[in-house]
């Protein structure tokens, strides 16, 4: 198997932080993708859309893979290494949570577009947690959404790194030394 782009993700439950990660991270001067779910709710929401997750949940999950689809092909003309909030294997984990069937096609997808490993979970957090327009699903529901991206990243064959709750500052400086974007790597006991 050829090795992966240096596509980075961020994965976990919803408000656990990985927005405001991606933004950092964008400010310190590195590629980042946005996550699909939210782009894709505002999108629907602007136009009276059908492919929101509480009307047509299949509806939604193709509009992921779509824009999961374009946001790895774009990365791949990005400079240096790119940071993705979520990836096509969350959408598995969407699929899941909603007992819902995967499609044969998104399973190929996952195993034929790759990213770097390990996968950096943030872990629910209860003190940050909030809920807004875009984001209607309650703690509970935020904290069983990020053990199910545990399961389906590893069974999609990746290592899951848990991102400590810490300041936005520490958590990037975490993500970069995980990385190998920073010198003197701290993250090789890191919890999973």
């Known amino acids: 198997m050829p090795c992966p782009p240096p596509f980075h993700v961020l994965t976990g439950g919803p408000g656990s932080g990985k927005s405001s990660l991606l933004t950092t991270l964008a400010q310190a001067g590195h590629s980042t993708c946005e996550e699909a779910g939210r782009a894709i709710i505002r999108e629907q929401q ?24 374009k946001a790895h092909r774009q990365a791949q003309k990005m400079k240096g290494p790119v940071f993705f909030d979520r990836s096509l294997v969350d959408i598995i984990g969407y699929l899941r949570l909603n007992d819902l069937p995967v499609s044969e096609h998104l399973l190929r997808a996952v195993r034929q577009l790759r990213y770097q490993s390990p996968v950096l979970l943030l872990p629910h957090w209860p003190q940050i947690y909030r809920n807004d327009a875009e984001r209607r699903q309650d703690a509970l529901e935020a904290e069983r959404t990020c053990a199910v991206m545990r399961e389906v990243y590893a069974e999609a064959g990746y290592q899951l790194l848990e991102v400590p709750t810490a300041s936005l500052a520490q958590r990037r400086n975490f993500v970069l030394q995980c990385c190998a974007l920073s010198p003197a790597p701290a993250c090789e006991n890191a919890p999973a």
């Open 46 to 69: 602007a136009i009276g859309g059908s492919g929101l997750p509480w009307r047509d949940p299949n509806l939604f999950a193709e509009r992921m893979l779509a824009w999961e689809l």
